[in-house]
Structures are given as C-alpha cells and as structure tokens.
C-alpha cells in the first residue's frame, strides 16, 4: 500500500466514522496574552475499555485517530503536540500523547490521547 492509499482509506474511513472537533494551540506565558490558535477537523473519537487502563491511560481517556488531510485543509501546518487542546462536543480536553504514523517518510496518521 502506497502511503497516498493509506490516506485515502483513512480519510473515507474518517468521514464515515468521524466527528467534527477542533485543535487548539495557546500561545502567549500570561493569562492576558494568552490567545489560541485553532482549526476544525474531523477525528475518529474512542475511548478506551477498562482493560486498556494500563501505562498512565485514566477512565475518560479518550484516542483521536487523524488524518494528514485535515491538518493541510484546516491550515494546521505543524503536528499536535503534548500541551495542546482537542476540542470535543464543546468540551475542551489536553493533549497528553501524541503518535505519528509514517509509510516511508510521509506522514499517514495522527493518533493522539486526550484527557479532560
């Protein structure tokens, strides 16, 4: 599979299963300056089964399946990481994982753990 046929995949599985949620960056080191940076996206949302509760993964933990496609569409240019926001259902939540999944050297899926 060509990493342009995974992301093909991803993205109509995405558009299927999906929902629509927001990326949220903070920039700024003071509550006055702090402003966001932000992008709507569309993400693959789950939760995790009682028994996946191991290595640091808490009951409400939620996994964030995405595609490269939605960061380019959104103007997203860089990938999420640790510290920023996933906004779901209204609910702002942390972003406590982040896993970038590559064929070759080109990024196909963004997998990230949130919490909140």
């Known amino acids: ?3 342009q046929q995974a992301i093909a995949a991803l993205d109509r599985g995405i558009w299927t299963a ?3 949620i927001a990326l ?3 920039t700024g080191t003071s509550a006055e300056s702090r402003v966001y940076l932000e992008v709507e996206a569309r993400a693959v949302v789950t939760g995790f089964a009682p028994a996946e509760l191991v290595d640091g993964i ?3 933990d939620r996994t964030l399946i995405m595609s490269p496609t939605e960061m380019t569409r ?3 240019c860089w990938p999420p990481r640790i510290g920023d926001k996933a906004v779901i259902g209204g609910r702002e939540t942390n972003v406590e994982a982040v896993t970038l999944r590559e ?3 080109v990024l196909v899926r963004i997998e990230m ?3 909140g």
């Open 1 to 3: 599979m060509t990493p």
């Open 18 to 20: 999906g929902q629509s």
């Open 24 to 26: 949220r960056r903070y």
């Open 58 to 60: 808490k009951q409400g």
């Open 74 to 76: 959104g103007k997203w």
């Open 103 to 105: 064929i070759g050297d």
């Open 113 to 115: 753990r949130v919490r």
